[in-house]
C-alpha cells in the first residue's frame, strides 16, 4: 500500500525559501512519475511541478526558474525546492505518486508579504 508524507512547509516571508519533502512507501518507486501538487484559496488543485522515473521535470509556468524538483530513489523521497516565494506561492502542497488516486495528506505554505 502506498503511503505519501509531506513535510517541510511552514510560513515564510517574501523572498525566503522552503524545501518540502515527500516520503513514499510501498514497492517500485523508482518507476513511478512524481508530482507537486498546491491548492491554494478558493483555488482548484493545480500541478506545480513533476519529474519522471527518468529524471526529467516539468513546471508550470508560475514556478519556473524559482522551484525546483528532485527525488532520491534510493530512500523513496522527492523534494520541492522553492526558492524566492511570493505571496501568491500560498496554498497547500500536495505529493503524489503516479497518476491515480495516492496522495499525501499536504503541507501548508504560507508566504507573508
Known amino acids: 500500500q502506498v503511503q505519501l508524507v509531506e513535510s517541510g512547509g511552514g510560513l515564510v516571508q517574501a523572498g525566503g525559501s522552503l524545501r518540502l519533502s515527500c516520503a513514499a512507501s510501498?514497492?517500485?518507486?523508482?518507476?513511478?512519475?512524481m508530482g507537486w501538487y498546491r491548492q491554494g484559496p478558493g483555488k482548484q488543485r493545480e500541478l506545480v511541478a513533476s519529474?519522471?522515473?527518468?529524471?526529467?521535470?516539468n513546471y508550470a509556468d508560475s514556478v519556473k526558474g524559482r522551484f525546483t524538483i528532485s527525488r532520491d530513489n534510493r530512500n523513496k523521497r522527492v523534494y520541492l525546492q522553492m526558492n524566492s516565494l511570493k505571496p501568491e506561492d500560498t496554498a497547500v502542497y500536495y505529493c503524489?505518486?503516479?497518476?491515480?488516486?495516492?496522495w499525501g495528506q499536504g503541507t501548508q505554505v504560507t508566504v507573508s508579504s
Open positions: 503524489r505518486q503516479g497518476t491515480g488516486n495516492y
Open positions: 510501498g514497492s517500485f518507486f523508482s518507476a513511478y512519475i
Open positions: 519529474i519522471t522515473s527518468g529524471g526529467s521535470t
